[in-house]
């Protein structure tokens, strides 16, 4: 157990619609990343936020948006949702290291979302 | 070219046996080198962690980076079934950045 909760764990949802994933780091935590991972992509980093701030953006569409709370959850939300956007929705987290090394990232179970 | 790539796999070893993973990467910009384990229906977890060029051991791994060649590799030794899952590379250029992912290869550990 990586210590990083995501919600809900399924969701099967119909073109069109509005959905919320959201995820807590683990405690202590300020980062936290979002990745889409499909089968023909692979696990593709979305956005991170830091402390609340967001810090980077990577192939995230504009239907898609995401924000972190004072309480350091995320919540990641996918609108007008199309039959592509059926993937494992990962959130990650981590704690900066010093001296410029890379974070270690702790993933979550993922949220599979199926769009029918 | 895409700037991280991994063998597609999937791989399939008898039990025993010595495993190779292997991404080869584009960037030159990435000093951090990642493998990640990911078991079906789960969640990627961290296996092991390098800095630049050079070898780390950990028990039966073995991660191994050659930044002339731009090329990173995972040794298994004595598989064990145990360890049949998805295993990704993932690499970044320093603190607080994104990490770049392979597209993961399969691995089955026949008993």
């Known amino acids: 157990d990586s210590g990083v909760t995501q919600t809900p764990k399924h969701l099967i949802t119909a073109t069109g619609q509005r959905v919320t994933l959201r995820c807590s780091p683990r405690s202590g935590d300020l980062s936290v990343y979002w990745y889409q991972q499909s089968l023909d992509q692979g696990l593709q980093f979305l956005i991170q936020y830091y402390n609340g701030e967001e810090r980077a953006k990577g192939n995230i569409l504009e239907r898609f948006s995401a924000q972190q709370f004072p309480d350091l959850h995320s919540e990641l939300n996918l609108s007008s949702l199309e039959l592509g956007d059926s993937a494992l929705y990962f959130c990650a987290s981590s704690v900066p290291t010093s001296g410029g090394a890379a974070d270690t990232q702790y993933f979550g179970p993922g949220t599979r979302l199926t769009v029918l | 070219q895409k700037e991280v790539e991994q063998d597609p796999g999937p791989l399939s070893v008898p039990e025993g046996a010595i495993v190779s993973l292997n991404c080869t990467y584009s960037n030159s910009a990435f000093q951090y080198f990642m493998w990640y384990r990911q078991y079906s229906r789960k969640g990627p977890e961290l296996l092991m962690y390098?800095?630049?060029?050079g070898n780390k051991e950990d028990g039966r791994f073995t991660a191994q980076v050659d930044k002339s060649s731009k090329y990173i590799s995972l040794f298994i030794r004595d598989s064990q079934p145990s360890d049949s899952a998805t295993y990704l590379c993932?690499?970044?250029?320093?603190?607080?950045?994104?990490?770049?992912f392979g597209k993961g290869i399969t691995l089955s550990v026949r008993p």
């Open positions: 390098t800095y630049s060029s």
């Open positions: 993932a690499m970044g250029p320093g603190a607080n950045s994104k990490l770049t």
